[in-house]
Nanobody, 124 residues
Framework: QVQLVESGGGLVQAGGSLRLSCAAS????????MGWFRQAPGKEREFVAA????????YYSDSVKGRFTIIREAAKSTVYLQMNSLKPEDTAVYCC?????????????????WGQGTQVTVSS
């Protein structure tokens, strides 16, 4: 099993920045990539970004491309989401997810483990 714990959420004004962290523990040797998803009130969960452990390849949704950066620290089984130029529509609960033995990507079925999430609120 793999446990994921997110941190770094909070309240920020539009145009500001936040950095989320997700630390994995347990059988981390099985992790092949990690990703971030978000869910706003009344909306379905959506993909934000992902990164492959093996080659560092990154994936971003169009809505965050150019503003968010996903960073890995494989030695610590940790992934970060640097969020810049935040907008009110970025308000959501952000969850990290870990993929086992396969490449990560935008589809939820690629991930085997999920964190509880951290709230990000962007005020206008």
């Amino acid at each position: 099993q793999v446990q994921l714990v997110e941190s770094g959420g909070g309240l920020v004004q539009a145009g500001g920045s936040l950095r989320l962290s997700c630390a994995a523990s347990g059988r981390t040797f099985s992790i092949s990539g990690m990703g971030w998803f978000r869910q706003a009130p009344g909306k379905e969960r959506e993909f934000v970004a992902a990164i492959s452990w093996s080659d560092g390849r990154t994936y971003y949704s169009d809505s965050v491309k150019g503003r968010f950066t996903i960073i890995r620290e494989a030695a610590k089984s940790t992934v970060y989401l640097q969020m810049n130029s935040l907008k009110p529509e970025d308000t959501a609960v952000y969850c990290c997810a870990a993929a086992r033995f396969r490449q990560p990507g935008p589809a939820e079925y690629l991930y085997d483990y999920w964190g509880q999430g951290t709230q990000v609120t962007v005020s206008s």
